[in-house]
């Protein structure tokens, strides 16, 4: 099936520092979302982008939906300890499921 | 509240044997989906049905099997044939349209000794 790129795959960073993580595709896809996972338990949508060239913030978090379409962006501000998780981004195109990524591993340092 | 329920939250079934996982959902979605999840894998699709009575494979569909003979639930069966049955295992649901929003369950973890 398709595939999404997405990176890096694990970062660890310091308590009040801003984080990016990225995702990229071969194909064109109409709706992009982020997701977090924490451990064991089932991932929670975040932000979704419709259009290309938006953007979106949810409190802390920013998601943009590349020009490309390609391509989309999270980062997230000031980070703080109930951050740790496991990033997911998914695309969606015409009338099959969501393609996700790997999942970005955040750790963060207090 | 509306949601989707997974249970058992932990299982433990021995080699051979086939489990079958319950996913309910109150939110009223026409689409359900089961993924599998491996440490450092992501998220793989094993089914889904975007309607009642019907359903697609996914990309690891051997050795699973569906049905969907209400709206509100779709259980996942692990068969005897799936090799490595031991995971954590993800059912989610979404509206069928302009949104493919999908919403996940809290997930069941699988063992199999």
């Known amino acids: 099936g398709q595939q999404l790129n997405q990176s890096p795959q694990s970062m660890f960073i310091q308590e009040g520092e801003d984080v990016s993580m990225n995702c990229t595709s071969s194909?064109?896809?109409?709706?992009w979302l982020w997701y977090k996972q924490d451990p064991g338990e089932g991932p929670v949508l975040l932000i979704a982008l419709y259009k290309a060239g938006e953007l979106t913030s949810n409190g802390r978090l920013t998601a943009q939906f590349g020009i490309t379409r390609k391509d989309s962006f999270l980062n997230i501000s000031a980070s703080i300890p109930s951050d740790v998780g496991i990033y997911f981004c998914?695309?969606?195109?015409?009338?099959?499921?969501?393609?996700f990524g790997k999942g970005t591993r955040l750790s963060v340092i207090a | 509240d509306g949601g989707i329920t997974q249970s058992p939250k932990y299982l433990f079934r021995k080699e051979g044997q086939n489990v079958t996982l319950s996913c309910e959902q109150n939110?009223?979605?026409?689409?359900m989906y089961w993924y599998r999840q491996d440490p450092g894998q992501g998220l793989r699709l094993i089914y889904y049905?975007?309607?009642?009575?019907?359903?697609q494979k996914g990309d690891i569909a051997e050795g699973y099997s569906v049905s969907r003979e209400k709206k509100e639930s779709f259980p996942l069966t692990v068969t005897s044939a799936q090799k490595n049955p031991t995971a954590f295992y993800l059912c989610?649901?979404?509206?069928?349209?302009?949104?493919?929003?999908?919403?996940f369950g809290p997930g069941t973890r699988l063992t199999v000794t």
């Open positions: 194909s064109i896809f109409n709706t």
């Open positions: 989610a649901s979404s509206i069928v349209g302009s949104s493919y929003e999908q919403y």
């Open positions: 049905s975007q309607i009642v009575n019907d359903f």
């Open positions: 939110l009223n979605h026409d689409a």
């Open positions: 998914a695309g969606h195109s015409g009338n099959t499921p969501l393609v």
